[in-house]
């Protein structure tokens, strides 16, 4: 039991005008807390229903606290608490998924949002088409009144506003993949299409599917941050989210009947296009901290944080943008790409964030097509140096492998755990496990798989970690050394 009592704070909750789809720490800390922030400037019927497709940790976290928590804004020279009030109830999907489906099928509910990461979408990362023999997809179309899946649900709930004359809501994308909105339209109409050709057709019509870039490092809440919480404040919050400072949400204009909160008002951007932020953030932020997250991991750095203190992961970090990511970038309107990554590394620099690496390593298979494959492909095409972006390829092959480089396991948490450990367990000497991860279909676009330099680029630097460790082979990319030099 706590030594605190529970956060008790009685809140005016506004009438629901959302309903978020995976209701974890990203969404607390950003959608959430931007949509507080429009509230308390401009009012409006803007709560949020906030539903747990999986587990009912959510609601057994805010359920006492009347939905509400404390967003915790963590910067170099200290802390700032701010109450949130704005989720008006918490609905367990797998318990009742007829009261999910009723609450996203009401007329009040103008916008469904999801940050249900990348394994959410039940697609295929290499190809971005939905995986019709997915569990969750094959159970969503057998029982399509009775969905497992996130876009099982929202087919659902458009299926009954449609028949009962109903405008749709608008789906909000928030999960950190290229073309989100695009994606999630794809996935949607193609599960509908299944069920049922005239509503896929009318949500290919109807139904606004806006694009987002969404920025703010997040890590998973401790026991210990929780604690810490209750001494600064005097109560306990189990619900409650750390968070960096900075955030940004770059988001398409688009929605049904322009119907949205004025998230302007708390610093979004409102653009006709996002790819270009997109692309931006994933291959500039997201894929430098898998790198880092993979590299780090095994040198034995538990933070991103502890990682780049080490000059030489900060020097290979600064090396991988100037010389292999920033010339794959378009520049975004406002932007100065490279003002944009010294200001990444002061962020990863933030102590006060406790970012593990293990947590970003979470779900590789699912993240290298966009973080990384994608820069690797265009640097191809162009003939410019991929030296680093194959180091972390490497490190997320030695990552899945599952055991680190003192000999103990890893704790490998991805959709294909089992298949990648099992490739590279197969593999007899290096040359043959970067060859049989390479194969894997699901993660590896043929074209970049079976191009002779990637592999070559790729298998030279997994050589390279075997034999040398990650931080020596980080230091001889960053330095410019090689293993003969040293």
């Not at 394994?119 to 569990?135: A, F, N, V």
């Not at 949500?203 to 810490?228: C, G, L, N, Q, Y």
């Not at 991805?414 to 590279?424: F, G, H, I, K, Q």
Request: net charge negative.
């Amino acid at each position: 039991m706590p030594d605190h009592p529970r956060l008790n704070r009685s809140m005016t909750k506004p009438k629901p005008g959302i309903v978020h789809l995976g209701p974890g720490a990203f969404f607390k800390a950003f959608g959430a807390n931007y949509t507080q922030d429009v509230i308390e400037i401009h009012g409006g019927d803007w709560g949020i229903v906030a539903v747990s497709l999986r587990s009912a940790t959510a609601r057994e976290q805010l359920g006492p606290q009347d939905g509400v928590y404390t967003s915790v804004s963590l910067g170099p020279s200290g802390s700032a608490t701010k109450v949130i009030g704005v989720i008006c109830d918490v609905l367990v999907a797998p318990e009742n998924p007829d009261a999910v489906i009723v609450a996203m099928a009401d007329p009040a509910i103008r916008i469904v949002s999801l940050t249900i990461t990348e394994k959410g979408y039940c697609y295929e990362p290499s190809t971005g088409k939905l995986k019709m023999d997915h569990p969750d997809i094959v159970h969503d179309i057998a029982h399509p009144g009775n969905p497992r899946s996130a876009p099982g649900y929202i087919v659902a709930a458009l299926a009954q506003r449609r028949a009962a004359g109903n405008k749709p809501f608008t789906v909000l994308s928030c999960d950190n993949i290229p073309a989100n909105g695009k994606l999630a339209r794809q996935i949607v109409v193609s599960l509908a299409r299944v069920l049922d050709a005239d509503l896929a057709d009318w949500i290919a019509t109807e139904v606004p599917f806006p694009s987002t870039m969404v920025d703010r490092i997040t890590p998973a809440t401790t026991e210990a941050d929780v604690e810490r919480l209750a001494t600064s404040t005097g109560y306990f919050d189990p619900a409650c989210v750390q968070h960096e400072p900075f955030r940004q949400w770059v988001i398409e204009d688009d929605f049904v009947d322009a119907e949205r909160p004025r998230w302007e008002a708390g610093g979004a951007q409102f653009v006709a296009d996002v790819e270009k932020h997109e692309a931006m953030k994933l291959r500039c932020l997201n894929g430098t901290h898998s790198a880092l997250a993979y590299l780090g991991y095994l040198a034995g750095y538990e933070t991103i944080a502890e990682t780049v203190a080490d000059t030489v992961f900060s020097k290979f970090c600064q090396k991988l943008w100037a010389e292999e990511i920033i010339p794959a970038v378009s520049q975004p309107e406002g932007e100065d790409l490279s003002t944009y990554c010294d200001a990444l590394l002061e962020r990863y620099q933030n102590a006060s964030i406790r970012h593990r690496t293990w947590q970003i390593a979470m779900d590789g298979s699912q993240k290298l097509p966009q973080r990384l494959l994608g820069t690797v492909a265009d640097n191809l095409a162009a003939s410019r140096p991929i030296q680093g972006l194959a180091l972390a390829i490497a490190g997320w092959m030695r990552y899945v492998g599952g055991v680190d480089e003192s000999g103990q396991a890893i704790d490998v948490r991805d959709p294909l755990a089992a298949v990648l450990r099992e490739a590279s367990a197969a593999g007899l000497d290096p040359s043959t496990r970067v060859s049989n991860l390479l194969d894997i279909n699901a993660v590896f676009d043929t074209t970049v798989a079976q191009n002779p330099a990637f592999r070559d680029a790729v298998m030279s630097a997994y050589k390279l970690l075997s034999k040398e460790g990650s931080r020596s082979a980080v230091e001889a990319i960053a330095g410019g050394k090689t293993s003969r030099d040293r």
